[in-house]
């Protein structure tokens, strides 16, 4: 079973600060997939990344995937209070279908 | 991005009774679909993985016989929640992928309370 340890649990800012939420396996996936996740309802798909050593960005998000295919990281610059939610990350097995999540990040972003 | 619904998004039933939550892929054929609890503040827990067609691979712990899956086409898995208890209470989540790609997309999820 791969296993991919995310951090950190829970994270508190002030709007406009900057931060980093890590996900570390020492098993290689297939892709890493990064949701985002608001109460009472389901992940919804941020960036998919697939090569070792990829960056994406979208908007203030920058999504980066390890050399390896291990790792992940998610920056957020200038983080916002509609930047609140759960982060997940889900690595795709290289052996199968499934993916395995990340224990997850809350964010709280304070005005 | 690809479309996955619901239904019900929310139900509440007595202790015993059986409860079929519906998981649809609206804009492409969903060659497999997951289904997932998630307990308050915390991550994911995979369930069982269906492919249409087939009998779902249930995850380990998970009692098939008391979560039924069916994944009969390719826009649609059910499953039902057998002599539903109390402690079966959860938000329920499906996700679904299309053949030969990685990307689950998740459905809006439902929330199950047993009385």
């Known amino acids: 079973t791969q296993l991919l340890e995310q951090s950190p649990q829970f994270l508190s800012i002030q709007e406009g600060e900057n931060l980093t939420v890590y996900c570390n396996s020492s098993s290689v996936f297939s892709s890493l997939q990064w949701y985002r996740q608001e109460p009472g309802e389901g992940p919804v798909l941020l960036v998919t990344?697939?090569?070792?050593?990829e960056v994406k960005k979208l908007k203030r998000l920058t999504f980066q995937f390890g050399d390896a295919r291990k790792d992940s990281s998610l920056h957020i610059t200038a983080a916002q209070t509609g930047d609140t939610g759960l982060y997940l990350c889900a690595g795709g097995e290289t052996s199968g279908s499934r993916l395995t999540f990340g224990e997850g990040t809350q964010l709280t972003v304070n005005p | 991005g690809a479309v996955v619904s619901q239904h019900p998004s929310w139900v509440i039933c007595k202790s015993g009774t059986s409860v079929k939550i519906e998981c649809r892929s609206l804009d492409f054929q969903a060659t497999t679909m997951f289904w997932y609890r998630q307990f308050p503040k915390q991550s994911l827990m995979l369930m069982a993985t269906?492919?249409?067609?087939?009998?779902?691979?249930?995850e380990q712990g998970v009692e098939k016989d008391k979560f039924l899956i069916n994944h009969a086409s390719l826009t649609l898995s059910t499953l039902t929640v057998t002599s539903a208890h109390p402690e079966d209470s959860s938000f329920y989540i499906c996700?679904?992928?299309?053949?030969?790609?990685?990307?689950?997309?998740f459905g809006p999820g439902t929330r199950l309370t047993v009385l």
């Open positions: 990344v697939v090569t070792g050593g």
């Open positions: 996700s679904a992928r299309g053949l030969g790609v990685d990307t689950q997309y």
């Open positions: 269906s492919n249409e067609g087939s009998k779902a691979t249930y």
